[in-house]
């Protein structure tokens, strides 16, 4: 008979923390080890009030399989803890009426583009608790499961903030994103972030040559940039995306790995942003570009806070260090000749977007 029981409560990025206890004798230490995609990396006791926290090695973080294992007094495996799986109740406060109140807000994208940075620096403010891990695919891949396990396995740290935010760099590019988001709150508010797109492309090509801290993007590029990119540009051009309800199936049983090179069209920054505008009105998005967040973080981050309603004099209290950058080399593969397609690639996309946003972005035209 198994007499232990507990729960992985947060994955808090490089931390996880939760409870577990032998029924039969509450007062002894339980020893729990940490598997994330089913290797041990971290092992410790509970304390006295039953707690264990333990810290994930940084190069595990972009994980979704993290467990814990409760041993017994003969140190054998007794019982399994999953993220995501507990059973635990959805809160009062996240509902609103047939709709959702939580999360109030949803950082989309774009990928590459400093969504990693903004995530900490939205995080940092105490009216605020962003989803930890970064990067659900609730909205994309999970949707079915319910509104329950999107909480526990994404929110299960939540201690009240007044503001919760999703960020998600997938869900600025894939078309029917929106409507699902729109459907499960309506009153959510968007936050986009859009880098320089030829700039966005490379890193997103060299992301898939060397993968850095993540395992699923590496080696999945096997072709040189200006070939890799011309076979995107074949691929546009006869219409094959994630759209139809058997590639959305296929997509979502995938994981949400997608097999498609995206390196051109996740620029196309204006028909992505035109979707939610088109659900969620001008009122209820805030666009930044990388530009600004990194090279005025302070006034940027003091922006977005103003746009959430919580206090933006924090902006002055925070940390801006940068996470999640390219490996090293990416600038070494690109030639003048390649960069200059890029740039004559985005021009019309770039002049139409400057009408949405309302500023000139002629410094992504500059030479290489």
Known sequence: MVTYVGEIEEVRYSTVLGWAVDALRPDEPVRVTLAVNGKS??????????????????????????????????????????????????????????????????????????????QVYLDQHPDIFMCKPKEPFFFEADYDR???????????????????????????????????????????????????????????????????????????????????????????????????????????????????????????YLEQLVRYEALFGRSKMHVVLADDLFQEPEKTMAGIFTFLQVDPSLAAQQEYEVFNDSPLGKDQQVTPEVWQWLVDHYKPYNQALEGFLGRSLEMWNRPL
């Open 146 to 268: 319910g509104p329950e396990y999107y909480y526990r396995r994404y929110f299960g740290g939540w201690k009240g903030q007044r503001e919760v935010g999703e960020s998600r760099h997938r869900n600025l590019y894939l078309p029917y994103i929106p409507a699902r988001i729109h459907q499960y709150n309506p009153e959510a508010r968007i936050i986009a972030l859009l880098r320089n797109p030829a700039e966005r492309a490379i890193s997103h090509w060299w992301h898939r040559i060397r993968g850095g801290f993540d395992r699923h993007a590496r080696g999945k590029e096997s072709l040189g940039l200006f070939d890799a990119l011309q076979a995107d540009l074949e691929r546009i051009r006869s219409g094959a995306t994630v759209s139809t309800p058997e590639e959305i199936a296929r997509y979502a049983a995938n994981a949400g790995q997608d097999d498609h090179r995206t390196y051109l069209d996740t620029g196309y």
């Open 41 to 118: 990396v971290a092992e410790t006791v509970t304390d006295e009030e039953h707690r264990f926290e333990m810290i994930v090695p940084v190069n595990v973080m972009a994980s979704t399989a993290v467990e814990v294992l409760l041993y017994n007094e003969q140190g054998t495996p007794v019982k399994s803890l999953v993220w995501g799986e507990s059973e635990r109740r959805l809160p009062p406060e996240w509902k609103n009426g047939a709709h959702m109140a939580f999360p109030s807000f949803f950082l989309v994208g774009a990928a590459k583009s400093g969504t990693t940075s903004l």
